[in-house]
């Protein structure tokens, strides 16, 4: 179980730096990232196929970056049909 956690801690790596968001506010990164993982696979569940790693790497970014609460209340909003994001 330690052995588990120390390996987890050792391969962990951050959202890597984006000159978009150059300040030390990443609100608007984590937004931006999960809107775009959440249009990416909507795009690619229509295209059946397409790159994997794209999606991968917006869903690294903003679940590195937004707290759990943000979260999941964006997905339970979207799953209410009350989501305020274009995706």
């Not at 120390?6 to 984590?30: E, G, L, V, W």
């Not at 569940?45 to 991968?56: E, H, I, P």
Request: aromatic residues 12%.
């Amino acid at each position: 179980m330690v052995e588990d956690i120390k390996t987890k801690i050792k391969n962990y790596q951050a959202a890597p730096f984006d000159s978009c968001f150059p300040n030390q506010n990443q609100t608007r990164n984590c937004w931006w990232n999960y809107l775009d993982f959440h249009h990416c696979e909507k795009s690619m569940s229509d295209a059946k196929g397409g790159d994997v790693s794209v999606r991968k790497g917006h869903r690294h970014v903003y679940k590195s970056l937004c707290p759990i609460t943000w979260l999941s209340a964006w997905n339970d909003h979207q799953a209410e049909g009350m989501f305020l994001g274009n995706i």
